[in-house]
């Protein structure tokens, strides 16, 4: 599988907004997408600030705005958030919408009082409405009803776009925002219980084989479509994003191509060896009916995605048994 550089190029030029060997600051390094981004930046030369929930905690204003004048970064990458899958996001909307609007206002204004000069804020393709023509534009946004059962997290997301178009308006700061599609790799979440749809999938299919299940049962109806992209093709397109953009609208970050949660679950069940009966309880919801990004925006930059969707899904499997406890 293609590693950390190998999905676009982005070394840095003289016309760069991102300076070489620069002091970035990401937020949510232990994450599953900050982790990858602080591994690419590694990669390409720059200094990667990291602080853990131990030691900082970004729902408090004050307190990241002290660290952020104390490191004085030269570019900020806000992938922390409070993330999770259908049952989560319909469980517990109050958290989903506070913590994650209480980060972004801490990160995003931290940022511009300590004199950042660049951020690159992360959201998430469920910002835009249930019924948006595919594939989804960015001017998409705003223009219709949600999906109710994301619906606090997306309106979270929505105004930590405002925000940076809002810093970017009235102070000109080069700050900007990029919306990935459904993310899956190492460092994944594979808690049943507040986990997205591939690790869950990858984790069920496990321990039904393992323990012999003649059959798995899955929510809804099989039928929504998904786009998929790796954590390293992300990262790549969030450093490509820092050194070659600087417009008001967000960029789309995906693969372009998308597929039925049905056919993804038998790709899932043919990595992970199961062969017994898949059963879809369509008492469950199936959320949003179709996610396919426009990614036209970023591929004008030069992106292309490099991991092959059953080699990520083969690797992230292998990397989840390497875990403790694997099971």
Sequence with gaps: MPGPGTAATSDPSPSSLLPRAARVFVAGHRGLVGSAVARRLAADGHEVITRGRDRLDLRDGEGTAAFLREVRPDAV???AAKVGGIMANSTYPVQFLEDNLRIQLSVISGAHAAGVPRLLFLGSSCIYPKLAEQPIREESLLTGPLEPTNEAYAIAKIAGITQVRSYRRQYGA????AMP?????????FDLATSHVLPALIRRFHEARTSGAPEVVLWGTGTPRREFLHVDDV?????????????DEPVNIGCGE????????????????YQGKVVWDTGK????PRKLLDVSRLSALGFKPAVALRDGIAATYEWWLGQEPAS
């Design 258 to 273: 998308d597929l039925p949660i049905s056919e993804l679950a038998e790709v899932v069940r043919e990595v992970t060896g």
């Design 285 to 288: 919801p199936d959320g949003t």
């Design 235 to 247: 990262a790549a397109a969030c450093a490509l994003l820092l050194e070659r953009y600087d417009g």
């Design 181 to 189: 599609t459904n993310l899956y790799g190492p460092g994944d979440n």
């Design 174 to 177: 080069s700050y900007i925002s």
């Design 77 to 79: 990458v806000l992938a």
